[in-house]
Every structure is written in structure tokens, then in C-alpha cells.
């Protein structure tokens, strides 16, 4: 095979440095699935890895990219064949293992997802990581009984890739969603309004108080941030509510109490979308490709660019400058 298109991350004494360049197969991560990339998405992993800002990668160099949709190529494993439509997403892709921001891809056969009737390669990349782990906390709301019922969801960092299908897949099953934010301009609002958040509320005029609990508010919360809006999520959910902890934006401590967790029987869901079962994750996607899908996933992923656009899009995310999610057209709809 021909040398192809890359971005790969290389570490340069003590920084780190993407840049786009030729390699070849051999230079990729072993794998049993050769995939000719279609598209791939960027998450917020992806703009600390390609930005430099973070090292979320191991045994550098190595091809960015947690998520890609394409059409195999060859295949080691008897359960794919050339020419079958796929996808991936996370399972340590562009993190131990080369990633989906390149012309091909060479990935474990476990990693791998039949891309399910209702979704195009592309559809599946508007989604990628960040709206799987938007319905992976879905389901595990469900699960333990969360219900409309039971009052709104708060939902922050709304206008991310996680919030803003977030707000879409709760609203799509009968939640009143209370987005909030930190980005107040009429443009976020907008946005959000037209996903369906029933009401916004500035991040920066809350009253996070200080009380081991405070006055109950949220029938349960998805939180992107951890840190201390984590802990007020916590302190102020309705008892027997669910929070989906998917991120940690703002920090990676929490300083609680165990007082909501056992006086109102809140329950702390830790959402990781990278290692699950894998019944888990086909069953998450057949339902993101039926009745899960968001009406507004067109409005969800607003831009598509090029690989060579990719680094000018992480700096943008990496300052808090995107609102929803960015498709990466590498070789399209093949």
C-alpha cells in the first residue's frame, strides 16, 4: 500500500507537536482491521492531544483521532470482510493505539462497530465519543429509575460535544433539560434553545454554597465539569436523582460529603465511554441509529472540515470557541 495522509503527535523533548505527514501501514499500531477512513470527528481529548496541552497518548509518535467511520479494507477477523461500513470509537483508539485522523486506520477487531441501518458514516461521526457518552449516561439514568417525573436535568458544559446531544436525547425522552453555561453571548443561546434547552442559566451567577447539602433543584444532572460545580450538583439534586459524571473540564477533584448520598440517596454514575462491555456498546449504538438519534444532530454537528483544518479547530476548542461538534472529511462517503 501506497504511503497516506496522517496526523500524528510527536513529542519534542519535553512538548508535544501534530503534524500532518506520509507514513505508511507499517508505522501504524498492530490491529486486526485495516479501515479506509471516510470521516473522523474532534473531541475534546483530541484538541489537548493535537494542541499540545495535554499528553493523553502513549508511545509517541502516534496518529490522533478517538473516533472514524469508514469501510474496511482487509481484515484479519472473520467477522468483517472488505468493503463492510464501520465505525469506532474510543477502546483506547488515538490514545494506546493510532487513531482515526488519517487517510487509513488499523485498528483491534474489538474496537470496531457494524455501523447500524439509520446512520451514514458521516451521521456517526456527528455523534462520535461525545454522543455516546451522552447516551451511555442516558442509559444509565434509566436505569436506576430516573423519570421525567421526577424533575428537570441540569446539564453543563451544554454547548460541548457531550452537553449539546445531552440536552437533545433527554428532551427526546420527556425531560425538561436546564442548560448551564458559562458562554452567555445571544449566539450560545440560540444554539441551545434550538436543541431544546427549556431554560439557560449563567454558570458564573449560581450560588454554589457551602452547606454539606443545599436546597434540592434538579431532578438529577450530567456534568461535564467535575470540581467544584460537580459538588454543588451533588448537594442539590432531589432525592433518589442520578448524576452522569462524563468530564472534568473544570477539575479532576471533588470535595463532598457523603451526606446527599446516603440522607437523599443520590447516585454518583461514572460514565466511561472508552472500556465497556461490548453488549453495551452495540446496543447504545443501534439505539443512537433508531429512536435515540437527535432530531438535531445537523444543528449538533454544524461544521465539516479537512485534516489539514483539524489543528486550527483544536486551538478553537481548546479556547472554548465551538459550539457543538466538528466533522473531519477525510475521504467521505466512499
Known sequence: MPAFRALRVHQVEKSFNARLENIHMSDLSAGEVVIRVAYSGINYKDALAVS?????????PRVA???LSGIVENSADPQYKAGD????????????FDGGLAEFARVPAEAVVPLPDGLSMSEAMALGTAGFTAAMALRRMLENHQT??????????????????????????????????????????????????????????LDLGSKPMETARW????????????SYLMRTVKPWGNIGSVGLAQSYALNTTVMPLILRGVSLLGINSVEMPRAWRLQIWQRLASDWKPTQLREIANRTVSLDEVPAVCAELIASQVLGRTIVRIGGEL
Do not use: W
Open 219 to 230: 431532578g438529577g444532572a450530567v456534568d461535564n465539569l467535575g470540581g467544584d460545580t460537580l
Open 52 to 60: 499540545g496541552k495535554s499528553r493523553i497518548m502513549r508511545n509517541l
Open 148 to 205: 421525567p417525573e421526577h424533575g428537570p436535568i441540569a446539564i453543563t458544559g451544554p454547548t460541548g460535544g457531550v452537553g449539546s446531544v445531552a440536552i437533545s436525547l433527554f428532551k427526546k425522552q420527556g425531560f425538561k433539560v436546564v442548560a448551564i453555561t458559562g458562554k452567555t453571548s445571544s449566539q450560545s443561546e440560540t444554539y441551545l434553545r434550538l436543541l431544546g434547552a427549556d431554560e439557560i442559566i449563567d454558570r458564573n451567577t
Open 85 to 96: 461500513k464501520v465505525l469506532v470509537t474510543g477502546c483506547n483508539v488515538g490514545e494506546i
Open 65 to 67: 483521532g478517538i473516533d
